[in-house]
């Protein structure tokens, strides 16, 4: 194995997780709500009346919030060498996991775990399980 010791960055990946781990614990704190991306989502979708000006503020803060980041550093080119085709089909599966899972990555692994949820260690560990797999699979098996 081999670790890109120019790309290893534990300090911003730490002020990352402390930040979402943050904004979790508050907005459950004051909303009483799970911070699950699918969800809030998927509630937006199903047209809630009642809900729709939070949901639509959160998904906005979502897409801006890297906008802001420019502002203050060099804006972090994505790499993706596989294709839309790819893109799309991985976009896919990822939203039919979540419908599977009941919930998504954030709600599941930060939420859910944090309250000791068996189901979401279960989700958690599938998700993460599937992950590891299909990049062992295609980074030394088929490459």
Request: glycine share 14%.
């Amino acid at each position: 194995m081999h670790i890109d010791w120019n790309h290893f960055t534990p300090w911003t990946s730490l002020a990352g997780g402390i930040l979402i781990g943050g904004a979790a614990a508050l907005f459950i704190l004051f909303n009483g709500r799970i911070l699950g991306i699918s969800g809030i989502l998927g509630g937006l979708l199903a047209r809630r009346p009642a809900d729709t000006r939070w949901r639509l503020s959160f998904l906005l803060g979502l897409i801006l919030a890297p906008s802001a980041y420019a502002l203050f550093a060099a804006p972090v080119v994505p790499r993706f060498d596989g294709g839309w085709p790819v893109l799309v089909i991985a976009g896919l599966l990822v939203g039919v996991g979540t419908r599977a899972a009941s919930g998504c990555t954030s709600g599941h692994g930060v939420c859910g775990l944090a309250q000791l949820s068996p189901r979401s260690l279960v989700a958690t560990l599938s998700f993460m399980g599937s992950g590891i797999a299909v990049v062992y699979l295609v980074r030394h098996l088929l490459a």
